[in-house]
């Protein structure tokens, strides 16, 4: 599968978060913001050749495979993003089976660290394509 259709699925992802959050649904804006980031996170991976076709992504893996290869190893992305996804899914566990209702707090910083997180993982894409 093509790097960009994750892009494209990680925007719409992100896009529903972002309506969740104006409409003070901050349960789901949290687990919409956490699946666009690991979207976004498996089109760079697809790109760099880390990620192939599966029927079903194990989260845990992704997520230590962007950390060590694309941040410890390569250097291709910032240091800070290696806490993104874990943080995210933390939330998003919280949000979908946990009895704790996600605050506007954390809806609003989830949500900022998702745009930011894709925003990045876009412009890597574009660079390497340039």
């Known amino acids: 599968m093509d790097a960009s259709i994750y892009l494209n699925k990680a925007s719409e992802n992100l896009e529903a978060a972002q309506l969740c959050y104006r409409n003070t649904h901050y349960n789901t804006c949290t687990s919409r ?19 192939s076709q599966q029927k079903r992504i194990d989260h845990l893996r992704l997520q230590s495979t962007f950390a060590n290869e694309l941040i410890n190893r390569r250097k291709i992305l ?36 998702t745009v930011e997180f894709v925003a990045g993982m876009r412009k890597e894409l574009q660079n390497a394509q340039s």
């Open 33 to 51: 913001a956490y699946y666009a980031m690991l979207q976004a996170a498996v089109a760079i991976l697809t790109a760099k050749g880390f990620h």
């Open 78 to 113: 910032p240091a800070k993003f290696k806490s993104y996804l874990p943080d995210a899914q933390f939330f998003r566990n919280a949000a979908d089976y946990e009895t704790l209702m996600i605050s506007k707090t954390i809806a609003h910083r989830q949500l900022a660290q």
